[in-house]
């Protein structure tokens, strides 16, 4: 019996999913207000927690579930002012990452689809 492959394996597994947030925090250290979100004087462990969760969410390690349990996105984001233009922003840079992974156009689809409505969801405040 064939099992279906997981979109983690599918589109390359980890090294994949490394060269993504890569470049996506690449894209973020250049952006002041998105930045600024960011707490830690170090990008690296929002990226590696970046990574781990978004390998578990495509079917890779459960990595993240076993460090840091239930994802629960809302509520670890709750204590930041999350605004339509800092989703614009986080959106802008993850996109032009997954740009940069030129996979193929069902599971860059997918992955599309995702984060547009991730980023949608994490929105709890309004631009003044």
Known sequence: METAQSMYDRVGG??????????????VATDPPLRALYPEDDLGPAADRLRMFLEQYWGGPKTYGEQRGHPRLRMR????????????????????????????????????????RAAQFMVNAFDE
């Open 14 to 27: 980890h090294e994949t999913f490394v060269a993504l947030v890569d470049a996506f925090y690449a894209g």
């Open 77 to 116: 984001h709750l204590p930041f002012a999350v605004t339509p233009d800092q989703r614009d922003r986080w959106l802008r840079h993850m996109l032009a990452a997954l740009d940069g992974l030129h996979l193929d156009a069902e599971a860059d689809e997918a992955m599309r689809d995702y984060l547009v």
